[in-house]
Each structure stands twice: as C-alpha cells, then as structure tokens.
C-alpha cells in the first residue's frame, strides 16, 4: 500500500470505531487522529482491572434477575457475559 492509501483505510479505520462507541466514551475519542492513538484510550478505559470495575461487576452479579419476558436463552447469554467479565478481571467467585 501507498503512504497515501494506508492513510485512507486508517481515516475510515478511526470512523468506524469512532461510530461504535458508547456515548459516554465518545468524546475521549473524537480528538484522536490516528486509529494508533485511539487503541491506548479505549485500553485504559476497558482493560482497567480497578476496585470500582470490579465492585460493580460484582453488584451486577449478585442484583442479576430474570426478566418475565425475557427467553431463558438471552438471560443465561446475559450470566454468562458477567462470569467472563468477571473472570477477565481476576475475580473468583465460588459456587455457592
């Protein structure tokens, strides 16, 4: 690729990501540039393994409830997604 092609597909690379983020994490990433100075932002923000993170993962874990209409399908989806998240983040919980 030329200097000026990868230029291009990282402008369009920046967009897209730009376009895909939650509202309350869009402006710490409207002043970036470059999709490379982009990635240590979104690092920071969704890689962070902090006490607050963890406290609520855990509430969510232990508030979770099922919904009436809502299938048994979506909720174990829903569980499961706050195990791994949880996990991600170093966090044991016994099965109790």
């Known amino acids: 690729m030329t200097d000026d092609q990868w230029d291009d597909f990282d402008e369009k690379t920046l967009s897209i990501i730009q376009l895909c983020l939650a509202p309350h994490v869009l402006p710490e990433g409207l002043d970036k540039t470059t999709t490379a100075s982009l990635w240590p932002t979104l690092a920071t923000l969704y890689m962070a393994k902090s006490l607050a993170n963890k406290i609520y993962l855990k509430e969510h874990l232990y508030m979770f409830s ?16 706050i195990l791994v998240d949880l996990e991600s983040m170093d966090v044991k919980i016994k099965d109790e």
């Open 66 to 81: 099922m919904a009436e209409d809502n299938p048994i399908k979506n909720h174990l989806d829903d569980f499961n997604l």
